[in-house]
């Protein structure tokens, strides 16, 4: 559905292969001990996908969204958790090819496998609204003293590299942000506390401080007041249409172990399996119907925003709320095909459902999405 070159499909089976070799062998282990994922990491950095998006002319493989979404897909088919870091990774590339004068030694890194990237936007003053950040930047000679509590950081503590938001030094509005790169090694950068969650488990997005960071003025990914813009122009589309793909390979996921589940167990004192149930086998069709829905509706979205269509950032709202709700119908009917078999973890099913609950809370949550699409269609500003 994604319509890929191919050239795009080589990149597509290189990642499957990593999925199925490295990713899916850690993922259950992953889950229950609600650890970073690092084997997976490595081995995206390994065979060149943490430089995917990154331009050629830095070593990378200087691939779009089609390409980032039918991978996403596949890596969300086997661990959502990793599948999670490599999104934002992808959104933190999105940030560095946008101002290569101040990234390009990272992302060289990156496409060498030797950097992950991420965003620190969310702070537990404006909570899911993540464009309106209460922290403030404090001019400091020739440079800034960023001091902010975030609340949701992918990879905290293990990314080496953290787009951070904050409101800029002489902000008067909640939307006069600016963006700077946080480095691993930058004084002052704590993670505050551990990831104990439902749901993506592995992807260590934990609350982080900045206690009066210093940064020079060259660590500014974007002109300071314009964050606000730089977010809804360079990274909305990357994290929408990315987040709905992550959705859809955790519905991937559930169909496949459910069809696993239905044609390969049955009732030996009957001679039959689970799938000669008709209301088993009605289940998984509505999970097929609603996946393959969901996938083509985000084919369609990747195409009319690389093409730079006019419709693309309606769709691109559309996009993650969409796929948000087929994940949480797909897995529960997954749960409800599966019986006891999938409640007492005996499946993959019972991960899936649970990742999926971390789509839709993820900010901009549905609630908010809905929001915003529905003023859109009104003829109304959004913020």
Not at 261 to 270: A, I, K, S, W
Not at 316 to 336: N, Q
Request: glycine share 8%.
């Amino acid at each position: 559905m994604y319509r890929l070159t191919d050239q795009q499909k080589e990149v597509v089976r290189i990642a499957s292969e990593v999925a199925d070799g490295v990713i899916a062998r850690y993922a259950a282990e992953v889950d229950l001990n609600a650890r970073f994922p690092s084997e997976a990491v490595a081995a995206l950095g390994e065979t060149g996908l943490l430089g995917l998006t990154v331009p050629s002319e830095y070593g990378g493989m200087g691939q779009g969204m089609s390409a980032a979404a039918a991978v996403l897909d596949q890596v969300a088919q086997r661990d959502a958790s990793t599948a999670m870091i490599y999104l934002m990774h992808l959104c933190g590339m999105a940030c560095y090819t946008a101002n290569p004068a101040v990234t390009e030694v990272h992302l060289r890194a990156a496409a060498a496998g030797k950097h992950l990237s991420t965003l620190a936007w969310s702070e537990r003053g404006s909570r899911s609204h993540f464009w309106s950040p209460v922290s403030k930047a404090v001019q400091n000679g020739s440079g800034v003293l960023l001091s902010a509590e975030k609340s949701w950081v992918t990879s905290a503590g293990h990314a080496d590299g953290y787009v951070v938001s904050t409101l800029a030094a002489n902000a008067a509005s909640p939307t006069e942000t600016a963006l700077y790169l946080v480095l691993k090694q930058d004084s002052g950068l704590t993670v505050d506390g551990p990831w104990e969650s439902l749901g993506m488990r592995g992807n260590a997005s934990a609350p982080m401080k900045l206690h009066e960071v210093s940064l020079a003025d060259e660590r500014a990914i974007c002109v300071p007041g314009k964050g606000f813009d730089f977010m809804l122009g360079v990274v909305l589309h990357w994290f929408q249409t990315g987040n709905a793909a992550v959705s859809i390979g955790i519905c991937e996921a559930a169909i496949q172990a459910t069809t696993t589940h239905l044609t390969g167990q049955g009732f030996q004192h009957l001679g039959s399996r689970l799938s000669d149930l008709p209301n088993l086998r009605a289940r998984l069709a509505k999970m097929r119907i609603e996946t393959d829905k969901a996938r083509a509706h985000l084919a369609k979205t990747v195409e009319a925003a690389e093409a730079g269509d006019a419709s693309a950032m309606l769709m691109v709202l559309e996009s993650k709320a969409s796929a948000a709700d087929t994940a949480l119908e797909v897995t529960d009917l997954a749960m409800k095909a599966c019986g006891g078999a999938a409640f007492s973890k005996h499946l993959s099913v019972e991960r899936t459902f649970r990742d999926a609950r971390a789509l839709s809370v993820m900010a901009p949550t549905s609630d908010v999405l809905h929001e915003f699409i529905g003023r859109a269609l009104c003829g109304m500003e959004l913020f």
